[in-house]
């Protein structure tokens, strides 16, 4: 069995890493799930990414950014999300 306090930090660092190694550009809410799918196993599902990523939003860790041409939302690292990444 899956110890889920373990599983929520795999993927909120796994979500951190990618978005950090963006290196400040805007990454596409579907690459985002790609990436980090590649480092969780079991398979990540779509509702706990969006879950752990809105997380990180409320926590400004993370921040999305909408277009009005009805694209999804990308993303970047904050610069509290690089401070935080960089204590663990």
């Not at 879950?51 to 939003?57: F, T, Y």
């Not at 041409?69 to 990444?85: E, Q, S």
């Amino acid at each position: 069995m899956i110890n889920p306090a373990k599983r929520k930090l795999t993927i909120n660092l796994a979500l951190l890493r990618v978005l950090e190694s963006c290196e400040g550009f805007l990454l596409p809410q579907d690459s985002l799930f790609q990436q980090v799918g590649l480092e969780i196993k079991p398979t990540l599902l779509l509702s706990e990414f969006e879950d752990w990523l809105r997380g990180l939003e409320s926590l400004h860790f993370a921040l999305a950014i909408k277009d009005n041409l009805g694209g999804g939302p990308k993303w970047k690292l904050t610069d509290l999300g690089k401070a935080r990444l960089s204590e663990i």
